[in-house]
């Protein structure tokens, strides 16, 4: 089942956190029409979301956004994620025809948004990898030192044909070194923590038992008993309603180059969808 669970080393110097959200991003998927090269970062931004979310807000409303704006195939990628573990997220070329598995987003920028407490914004310049940007704006915005990996395990089903790609694994986990009494402490626990990472690997490699979060917990910590302290129920949500819709569409009137949740129906005039959740609003 979806969830995100953390744990604190036993020298309370390190926290992890694990997540899985294999149906989050089915559903995601789903809903999105997304074809592999995209879904996979689709799928890390939806799982990095719930990540940061959990290191950085503390609120009981807070919410975070992850926006790309990349100059690359799959065109922009947005997610968020709620205190609640709810996620949606959207990529503007879901069907972007790139062959390889490996394609990032190029280059461009990362912006982070947290509700809480206002509205708070970060911006990092991106390469397009979502793992790599995320730690990026983790160090230089938050001065926090995190290692993170996410996984998005992709398998084709001959017995589907509609939608033969399926997500069969979706894990991440990161790992923070906790604020030290100097940075420089801080900065070397990260440092030994990036080798140790290294030499455990992706955990596409990992063995894990049934409960894969609490598997990717006590691997991580090497520690059959490792203290947990947080567990979320992770899973999709989509907010959207009629209000929104008919708002969105009366400001795409008014202003072709606000950004909204809704694009046209290419099939009828005054039908809006939602890039989200896939649902259509048809506006009288
Ligand atoms: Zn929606």
Redesign the pocket.
Known sequence: MDCLRKAISADREIEFIAIEATDLLRESMLRTGAWPPAMIHLGQALMGAELLGAITTKEQTAKIGIQWNVRGPFGNLYAEADHMGRARGTIVHPQAPVQNLNSTLGSGVLKVFRKEKGFVTGIVNSKGDVCADLLKYLKQSEQRFCAMNLWVDLTWNDDNPENPVEVRNALGYLVESLPSESIGRAEAKAVFWEGRLDELGSISKWQLEDDKTKGILKTLSGDENVREIFYLNVGFH?D?DEDRARRALALARNDTTKKSDFVKSESQAETLR?E??G?EYCIE
């Open positions: 989509c959207c939602c989200y959740c649902k």
